[in-house]
T-cell receptor, first 112, second 110 residues
Framework: AAGVIQSPRHLIKEKRETATLKCYPI?????VYWYQQGPGQDPQFLIS???????DKGSIPDRFSAQQFSDYHSELNMSSLELGDSALYFC???????????FGEGSRLTVL | TQLLEQSPQFLSIQEGENLTVYCNSS?????LQWYRQEPGEGPVLLVT?????EVKKLKRLTFQFGDARKDSSLHITAAQPGDTGLYLC??????????FGSGTKLNVKP
């Protein structure tokens, strides 16, 4: 069965650079979530989209933005990167009201 | 502050032992999920419980949702090294929002 696809899996950037992460949800899933997970921490919710509209916003910095496109894939854009942005970024998809989240393998961002 | 508190935070046991992980909140959730995460990988959904008092079994894993839908437990019987990982509970609130617990890091020694 198709799972959530994230790219790239690994990304190394310098401070003040920009980065874009991509997420392709499970087919027919209408909701996408972005999470940030630091070492030894639980996933922190950043932002979510339902049917291509932003549905909720968590602890996403103003330097970050995201959107969901007509084919339901989503992109997380991160600018003016800081050392503290180094983390695993997960995308999860869901069918609205199903009560289940399915996570991708994650994108590991390292900011040097 | 964490909406969902998990305990214990760390657990190191011998193969064959039993264990229980707890997930507690003062909030009511429409459903609650348990995930297992291995280092560098995404959390994998183990189970979803929806009804208060519901009990679900997945081989050696038993999940229970509290009667008031505020808490849950995960019991593992005869733990194996392959059970090692980070166990996360997540509660579904209003508007399809999910709240994660702080996680329980389990290490099962052979």
């Amino acid at each position: 069965a198709a799972g959530v696809i994230q790219s790239p899996r690994h990304l190394i950037k310098e401070k003040r650079e920009t980065a874009t992460l991509k997420c392709y949800p499970i087919p027919r899933h209408d909701t996408v979530y972005w999470y940030q997970q630091g070492p030894g921490q639980d996933p922190q919710f950043l932002i979510s989209f339902y049917e291509k509209m932003q549905s909720d916003k968590g602890s996403i910095p103003d330097r970050f933005s995201a959107q969901q496109f007509s084919d339901y894939h989503s992109e997380l854009n991160m600018s003016s990167l800081e050392l503290g942005d180094s983390a695993l970024y997960f995308c999860a998809s869901s069918l609205y009201r199903s009560g289940e989240l399915f996570f991708g393998e994650g994108s590991r961002l390292t900011v040097l | 502050t964490q909406l969902l508190e998990q305990s214990p935070q760390f657990l190191s046991i011998q193969e064959g032992e039993n264990l229980t992980v707890y997930c507690n909140s003062s909030s009511v959730f429409s459903s609650l999920q348990w995930y297992r995460q291995e280092p560098g990988e995404g959390p994998v959904l183990l189970v979803t419980v929806v009804t208060g008092g519901e009990v679900k079994k997945l081989k050696r894993l038993t999940f229970q949702f509290g009667d008031a839908r505020k808490d849950s437990s995960l019991h593992i019987t005869a733990a194996q090294p392959g059970d090692t990982g980070l166990y996360l509970c997540a509660g579904e609130g209003n508007f399809n929002k999910f709240y994660f617990g702080s996680g329980t890091k389990l290490n099962v020694k052979p």
